[in-house]
T-cell receptor, first 111, second 118 residues
């Protein structure tokens, strides 16, 4: 099955700086790559996603890039704010709605 | 997106007992999933709850341990049977309820049920 790896496990950034989280996946058949944000004690929520026919997608301060050849994708957060502090999970799917999640990244934005 | 209600939100259970978690959705959905999130860990898919047929379990999860019901398109239950401390976890119900901006189906999660087994 799909194996998704995520790194770094913890990332601390100064407020206003950028944060980048990288994920790799193993199954070349995967074609859908969402990112979820989970604040402490809350449910995971989708923040951005990308399909394999697109190389990059942006939504305000967040963007996701995909390199299908290398089988990795990254989340970019610009102008970080304290409310960006959370655990971020990447995931991959073959399009059958079954998501394989990475282990998560704890992002800490230091005011 | 769909609104998902899970209960109980949390419980403390004794070793050897069983607990049933309920998941109610405010709209009819075809696909419902049960995930487990152990403390500080990622989300692991337990099974897909299929309406009108047996649930489909992922590797490492079996029906005897995690029986699932799906009586209709808005409701499902997950039972954690014969619990041990290793079953202490958050159990989350999720549904595919809409298409996102990318055109793919979006997975929405319930708030989770935090179980502590003593």
């Amino acid at each position: 099955g799909e194996n998704v790896e995520q790194h770094p496990s913890t990332l601390s950034v100064q407020e206003g700086d950028s944060a980048v989280i990288k994920c790799t996946y193993s199954d070349s058949a995967s074609n859908y790559f969402p990112w979820y944000k989970q604040e402490l004690g809350k449910r995971p929520q989708l923040i951005i996603d990308i399909r394999s026919n697109v190389g990059e997608k942006k939504d305000q301060r967040i963007a996701v890039t995909l390199n299908k050849t290398a089988k990795h994708f990254s989340l970019h957060i610009t102008e970080t704010q304290p409310e960006d502090s959370a655990v971020y999970f990447c995931a991959a799917s073959e399009g059958n709605n079954r998501l394989a999640f990475g282990k998560g990244n704890q992002v800490v934005v230091i005011p | 997106s769909a609104v998902i209600s899970q209960k109980p939100s949390r419980d403390i259970c004794q070793r050897g007992t069983s607990l049933t978690i309920q998941c109610q959705v405010d709209s009819q959905v075809t696909m419902m999933f049960w995930y487990r999130q152990q403390p500080g860990q990622s989300l692991t898919l337990i099974a897909t709850a299929n309406q009108g047929s047996e649930a489909t379990y992922e590797s490492g999860f079996v029906i005897d341990k995690f029986p699932i019901s799906r009586p209709n398109l808005t409701f499902s239950t997950l039972t954690v049977s014969n619990m041990s401390p290793e079953d202490s976890s958050i159990y989350l119900c999720s549904v595919v309820s809409e298409q996102g901006a990318s055109g793919a189906n979006v997975l929405t999660f319930g708030a989770g049920s935090r179980l502590t087994v003593l």
